[in-house]
């Protein structure tokens, strides 16, 4: 199999910062300026964001493709009541 998915350690939340930097631009040009991007990738993906989103019990999984990450996503459940 080429592709698994598997819940990222925290020592894996640079590799999702990696990513996000990898991806942002090109997933958003067009839609929002270049400056507005580098923002968003400061305020949302630094590190200390990410390791605050872990230790609140955000859940990071990485797509690998041929055991190298390629993708994530982030899933956190909220209550409300």
Not at 19 to 46: D, H, K
Request: charge should be negative.
């Amino acid at each position: 199999m080429d592709y698994t998915i598997m819940d990222a350690s925290i020592e894996e939340l640079s590799t999702i910062r990696h990513i996000a930097n990898l991806t942002w631009p090109t997933a958003y040009a067009g839609i929002i300026s270049p400056e507005q991007i580098t923002f968003m990738l400061g305020v949302m993906y630094n590190a200390e964001e990410l390791k605050s989103q872990y230790d609140r019990g955000v859940v990071f999984k990485l797509l690998n493709y041929k055991e190298h990450p390629v993708a994530f996503t982030a899933i956190e459940h909220i209550v409300r009541s």
